[in-house]
């Protein structure tokens, strides 16, 4: 965390009452990522934000006023709160399992292109539009036959609930395009999700462009519009690893050239790249005790508030701030040069923050500040276990 990150956390902290457990989102790294995409990409490249990585409405606001092209939904929840900063035509509807009551209130909400991931999604769709009037753009979605093997997370290649596998495509296509109330106007092909290593996103760019154009040529028509699903990664391990963001722009411009496709709307849903490293989870140590040879760190959150270190089975990044004045019986044990357990409240031992960590120093009533914890942080939390008091989520301008 930067200077001016710290000093806010320690700002907050100061003026709170009570056990401290809270997130801070910074949006100037927010900016920061938004003017970087915006310098690098290429012109035909359109932003949406995936709003499943942050669903906070102050965010999506933020989202809304750096001029982002839309933002990316995948639930009549998120609908919800993508209409408090963007209109309907501003909107996209990805992800499986759509039910009939989620593409009316699409519909009827003016979302203008859904991505269908079957026959049966794209035939309700079209029984629903029909009985509304409408015509809707969808995106047909491929589970495409390659993935990327160095990626956090593999999207396609394997039996997916995702899409229509890419040796399936080219028979069902057919009874999708002869819909009624649809206009099929691209694709959408999302194989992996943190990558880090912008050579191997701009190979699967290149593998979505020919079988694009593969289609094309089977059924002798243009699709205008491919969605590259979003892809890039976040070095939560601190390796170094940082996305080339410059030269997978240069690359993605030369390929296009190439393939002769300047003139096709690329579409990216970007979530955890935007907003993973503007947040923080904030948490004070409430113990610390020694258990069979291994310190245990005891914090006021836990799986319940921050549950991405259990469920991916990696540490983020952990800084400690260390606070004067609290108080301490004697014979209590802190942590010095060692690598410890970090938990939180809850009555299990899957309550896991962080395994194997190793800590510099550590006292109880210090706050262990998890970064890289903008994405799927409290949202893909488990919140109602133990039934905690949520911890609150303020925004700021760091720097």
């Known amino acids: 965390m930067t200077p001016d990150q710290e000093r806010i956390v320690r700002e907050i902290a100061a003026l709170r009452r009570g056990t401290l457990n809270f997130y ?13 995409l915006r310098a690098t990409l290429p012109r035909q490249v359109h932003v949406y934000y995936a709003m499943k990585a942050n669903p906070h409405v102050g965010i999506v606001a933020h989202m809304k006023r750096l001029g982002v092209e839309g933002i990316e939904i995948a639930s009549s929840g998120e609908m919800s709160g993508a209409l408090t900063a963007f209109s309907g035509p ?3 509807f990805t992800g499986p399992g759509k039910s009939p009551e989620e593409l009316h209130a699409a519909l009827q909400a003016g979302m203008e292109q859904i ?5 049966m999604e794209a035939w309700r769709l079209s029984r629903i539009a029909g009985a509304l009037g409408r015509t809707v753009k969808v995106l047909v979605r491929i589970n495409p036959a390659f993935h990327i093997d160095e990626a956090q997370t593999r999207m396609g290649g394997d039996s997916m609930k995702f899409g229509i596998d890419e040796e399936q495509i080219e028979q069902l296509l057919p009874a999708i395009l002869q819909l009624p109330h649809l206009e099929v106007v691209g694709f959408h092909v999302f194989a992996a999700s943190g990558v880090l290593d912008y050579r191997l996103l701009l190979k699967n760019a290149e593998l979505v462009f020919e079988l694009v154009r593969r289609l094309e ?3 002798e028509r243009s699709f205008p519009v491919i969605d590259l699903g979003g892809g890039i990664g976040v070095d ?3 390796q170094g690893q940082h996305f080339d963001l410059a030269a997978f722009g240069r690359g993605l411009s030369d390929l296009l050239a190439s393939e002769g496709l300047a003139d096709r709307k690329l579409i990216f849903e970007l979530g955890r790249f935007l907003v993973g490293d503007c947040g923080f989870f904030v948490t004070e140590i409430l113990d610390i005790k020694t258990s069979r040879g291994v310190k245990q ?3 006021a959150g836990g799986t ?10 990696i540490n983020h990044p952990v800084t400690i701030l260390h606070r004067d004045g609290i108080e301490r019986p004697q014979g209590v044990v802190a942590v010095d040069q060692e690598k410890v357990y970090i938990g939180g409240p809850l009555c299990t031992s899957a309550d896991k923050l962080a395994l194997d960590l190793y800590l510099e120093h550590a006292e109880i009533g210090d706050l262990a500040v998890f970064e890289l914890a903008g994405a799927y942080g409290l949202s893909m939390s488990a919140t109602p276990f133990l039934s905690h008091p949520l911890p609150e989520e303020i925004l700021v301008h760091a720097s």
């Open 24 to 36: 801070l989102y910074d949006l100037a790294a927010i900016t920061a990522k938004v003017e970087a």
């Open 90 to 92: 501003e909107i996209i």
């Open 115 to 119: 991505h269908v991931e079957s026959l």
């Open 217 to 219: 040529a089977r059924f």
């Open 236 to 238: 939560y391990l601190g």
């Open 297 to 299: 760190v005891v914090c």
């Open 304 to 313: 319940n508030h921050f549950r991405r270190p259990a469920a991916l089975k």
